[in-house]
């Protein structure tokens, strides 16, 4: 499958571009600068281009089968930030120029303020207000995907907290909300490999299971 990856010099990216080529995936991945990106590879492609750009994405779409967005931005305490309705706004345009039919975005737990609620105290008093703007238009993406994309093929992966660790064989848990219930409908866990949403991600370019979905997810 050729697959052109979105967020490639992120942690998360890396896990990706690295499990799929070893699946045997020929992939491209879009950067701001081509020397972030160490890995080198005969079925790897690096080039540069603007997530915020239509028209420079709409090149390197050309002949694809799937687009996968690990693209994260930070968070602001006191504004509002756009990174993720903007950039989505861009790549759903190249999408179409370029007819590709197959996307999947990473955003996170929580996203919805309702769902907020769940999270255990500390990270409820401490970490959402953190990052309450980054949520905020994550879930904004997510509504925009819903509301606007029903042309497209497309799947919205939410991970908990993210460590940098390697993929596991540790079966998947998934559920249509912001969050995967455990017990008493808290959260099922805190935390997930990065490999792990990467190997997730990578599992859902085989199959429809989630088409026009958001999924959160965790790890058993």
């Known amino acids: 499958m050729k697959v052109s990856v979105l967020g490639a010099t992120g942690q998360t990216g890396q896990y990706l571009i690295t499990q799929a080529l070893q699946q ?6 879009l950067v701001r600068s081509v020397g972030k990106i160490a ?3 005969e079925n790897l ?3 540069e281009a603007n997530v915020f750009s239509a028209e420079s994405l709409t090149e390197h779409f050309q002949d694809q089968d799937a687009i996968v967005s690990c693209l994260g931005f930070p968070y ?4 509002a930030i756009s990174g993720y309705t903007d950039s989505m706004t861009a790549i759903v345009t190249a999408m179409r120029q370029a007819k590709v039919n197959r996307l999947v975005a990473m955003t996170s737990w929580y996203t919805d303020s309702n769902s907020r609620q769940n999270a255990p105290a500390m990270v409820r008093a401490l970490l959402l207000p953190l990052i309450r703007s980054v949520l905020n238009n994550m879930h904004e993406m997510e509504n925009n995907l819903e509301t606007d994309c029903s042309d497209l093929n497309w799947t919205v992966v939410r991970p908990p907290g993210l460590q940098n660790v390697s993929a596991t064989d540790k079966e998947f848990v998934t559920h249509e909300g912001c969050y ?3 017990d008493n409908n808290s959260p099922a866990t805190n935390t997930v490999a990065r490999g792990d949403v990467a190997r997730f991600m990578l599992l859902l370019l085989e199959n429809n299971e989630w088409t026009r979905k958001a999924v959160a997810m965790c790890t058993n």
């Open 24 to 29: 045997g995936h020929h992939v491209t991945a």
């Open 180 to 182: 995967v219930p455990g």
């Open 39 to 41: 890995i080198q590879h």
């Open 45 to 47: 492609k690096v080039v």
């Open 76 to 79: 602001k305490l006191l504004s």
